[in-house]
C-alpha cells in the first residue's frame, strides 16, 4: 500500500505501490521541524500547491538532484522551465494522468507570490492537489487555502484529506472541522501548525472536534502513514 510521509509544516512525500516518489511543497533546509537532510528525500514527481517560500524552498535544488518533474501552476511551471527544469504545467479544475495516478489541480482560497529567486514577474494563484494513486486511493492536498465553499464537490471522491489549522494564514480548526463535513473523508491529516509560534494550536482538540465525522491521524515529523 502508498505509504505517506510528513516533514513538517506542510511538506509530505508519497511512495506509491510501485516505487514512485512524490513530494508535495518541499520546504526542508529552513524547516524548524524537519529532521534530518534534503539529501535524503526522493523525488520522482514534485507538487507545489503555490509559491510561498515555505512550500517552494526546496523545490529547485530537489529538482535537480533527482530529475524530478514539478507539477505546479502554468506560471510556476513555467519559471522552473526557464530555469532549466522538467516541468508540467496544470491550473485550477485540470487534470492530468501520469504514471503514478491522475493529478487533478483545486481552488484554494490564499495568496499568489512567488517567492523564488528572480521571480518578480511570476504569479499565480493558489491550489490544492487531488491525487488519484494507481492503488485507487485517493488523497487530497488542501494546500494554504480558506474555508471554501467549492470543497463540497470533493464530497465522496476523498479518502484522505491533508487540511491547513493553523489559522492566520490559513483557515483554523473551526473552519477545517467545516471542510471535514465538506468533504466527508474517510481519513483526515492536519498540518500547517505549530511551525512557528503565531500558528501553535492543538491537534488534539481538532480531533475532538472532528469527533466521529472521519479518523483524525495526527503525524509528528517523520511519522509515516500507510494509506
Avoid at 529547485?60 to 508540467?88: D, V
Avoid at 494522468?97 to 495568496?111: C, D, E, I, N, S
Avoid at 492503488?135 to 487530497?140: A, F, H, Q, V
Amino acid at each position: 500500500m502508498p505509504t505517506l510521509t510528513f516533514h513538517g509544516h506542510a511538506t509530505f512525500s508519497v511512495e506509491t505501490d510501485e516505487g514512485v516518489h512524490l513530494v508535495v511543497d518541499p520546504f526542508f533546509t529552513d524547516n524548524p521541524v524537519f529532521e534530518g537532510s534534503l539529501d535524503e528525500i526522493d523525488a520522482d514527481f514534485i507538487l507545489l500547491t503555490h509559491g510561498h517560500q515555505d512550500h517552494v524552498a526546496d523545490a529547485i535544488p530537489l529538482a535537480e538532484r533527482t530529475g524530478a518533474t514539478i507539477i505546479a501552476s502554468y506560471e510556476i511551471a513555467s519559471y522552473m522551465e526557464n530555469h532549466g527544469l522538467t516541468a508540467s504545467p496544470q491550473h485550477i479544475g485540470g487534470g492530468v494522468q501520469y504514471p503514478f495516478g491522475h493529478v487533478k489541480m483545486t481552488a484554494a482560497l490564499h495568496g499568489g507570490m512567488v517567492q523564488l529567486p528572480n521571480a518578480e514577474s511570476f504569479t499565480t494563484v493558489p491550489g490544492g492537489f487531488l491525487v488519484r494513486l494507481g492503488s485507487g486511493d485517493r488523497l487530497y492536498f488542501a494546500g494554504d487555502t480558506a474555508l471554501l465553499t467549492d470543497m463540497q464537490l470533493l464530497r465522496g471522491k476523498v479518502d484522505v484529506a491533508i487540511l491547513p489549522i493553523g489559522d492566520r494564514f490559513t483557515m483554523g480548526p473551526e473552519d477545517a472541522v467545516t471542510a471535514v463535513d465538506f468533504i466527508e473523508p474517510k481519513v483526515v491529516i492536519p498540518c500547517h501548525y505549530d511551525t512557528w509560534p503565531p500558528i501553535e494550536q492543538d491537534p488534539q482538540a481538532f480531533a475532538t472536534a472532528v469527533g466521529d465525522r472521519a479518523r483524525v491521524r495526527i503525524m509528528k515529523p517523520g511519522d509515516r502513514y500507510d494509506v
